[in-house]
């Protein structure tokens, strides 16, 4: 049987949301990621320490026994977190990074920043406590197309911050186009960037062709199959910049398969598995690792873990549904075969 084995990896980026959803979503994350970078766009969201704190408790009561997890916690940022908040953060062991929404962005972003303006003094304090930025790079402006609102940030809002920050480490979460990997790939070694499975595979056909199909619905949405390619060239390139973070970002399905349904695509329960597919179809296995499991740790200056995980070229279908009850949800490629599955 061909099998591939990596150093254990890491998800640089999450939403394990709390409650009950996180008892069913989280289980899946810690089997295959040693470490992720935990989403504080919870309702309310976190933007303290001690916030950050109790919810991080929260997570590890949902890690199975006898598997070895560790939450990386993030805060919100908004114009009202106050720039003694980023000293705590800076001096607590379990906080790694503030997250960026610009407001009405994205789902639970209310609390975001309105105008980045406004929050430049706190973006000069990370900058001088070199903590990283995570930034959700789309404008809000209603009457910029879905499909642009990334492009236009970069051109814009980022590369304005860049400037007025040039040591702010920087991450540009869950880059979608090509002019986003242009402009990751043209900065220095402070700006890098996360890729999702469902941008490698995936174009917007697969949302919006012959039906829509809104278990395909995230934001960024996805986008045209040149952009595609793109992310596919960066991610298997070899290229530190580009690393793992999977954005998986469980809604429970009657809020996806309705009228108005939210933004988001579960994906913790394959995501090695989808990212194997992805490198696999341009014959980039051997440069899965990297990706997967070094150049987050890197950029996060973090230790590169010790450990392996086997995945084994074998066909699975990927069950319609998680979870019981009423919080029941359904993965991407859900009913679907998979021809990766790790070994437990
Ligand atoms: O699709 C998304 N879902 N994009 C985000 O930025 C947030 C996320 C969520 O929290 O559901
Ligand atoms: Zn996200």
Redesign the pocket.
């Known amino acids: 049987m061909k099998t591939l084995t990596i150093t254990r990896p890491d998800d640089f980026h999450i939403?394990v949301r709390n409650g009950a959803i996180l008892k069913t979503v989280l289980p899946h994350t810690a089997k295959q990621f040693a470490r992720a970078i935990i989403?504080p766009?919870l309702k309310p969201p976190v933007t303290t320490v001690p916030q950050a704190l109790a919810y991080r408790k929260e997570i590890l009561q949902a890690v199975p026994t006898g598997i070895d997890f560790t939450p990386l916690m993030t805060l919100y940022l908004t114009t009202s977190t106050p720039v003694s908040e980023i000293k705590k953060a800076a001096a607590s062991e379990h906080i790694y990074a503030f997250k960026l929404?610009p407001a009405g962005?994205?789902?639970?972003?209310d609390s975001g920043v309105a105008d980045i303006k406004a929050i430049y003094h706190l973006l000069a304090e990370l900058e001088s406590l070199a903590i990283p930025l995570l930034i959700?790079g789309e404008v809000t402006d209603q009457n910029c197309d879905i499909f642009d609102r990334e492009r236009v940030f970069v051109e814009s809002s980022l590369t304005q911050i860049t400037q007025n920050f040039p040591d702010l480490r920087i991450v540009l979460?869950?880059v979608t186009t090509s002019e986003a990997v242009q402009f990751v790939k043209s900065s220095g070694s402070n700006i890098a960037a996360t890729i999702t499975p469902q941008h490698l595979l995936y174009n917007r056909n697969a949302l919006l062709a012959g039906g829509i199909r809104p278990h395909y619905?995230?934001?960024?949405i996805i986008k045209r199959e040149h952009h595609r390619l793109a992310l596919l060239e960066a991610a298997t390139s070899g290229n530190p910049k580009f690393f793992l973070g999977t954005?998986s970002?469980?809604?429970i399905t009657s809020l996806k398969e309705t009228a108005c349904g939210?933004?988001?695509?579960f994906s913790a329960h394959a995501a090695l598995e989808l990212y194997a597919t992805a490198f696999e179809a341009v014959d980039a296995l051997d440069k899965l690792e990297g990706f997967a499991s070094f150049f987050g740790a890197d950029f996060y200056r973090l230790p590169r873990n010790i450990g392996t995980v086997t995945l084994e070229k074998s066909a699975w279908t990927i069950p319609s549904k998680y979870g019981e009850h009423e919080n029941i949800i359904t993965p991407l490629k859900a009913d679907e075969d998979l021809y990766w599955k790790i070994q437990s």
Do not use: R
Request: charge should be negative; proline fraction near 8%; charged fraction near 10%.
């Open positions: 939403h989403m766009n929404y962005a994205t789902t639970n972003s959700h979460e869950h619905y995230c934001l960024p954005d970002a469980p809604h939210c933004a988001g695509c």
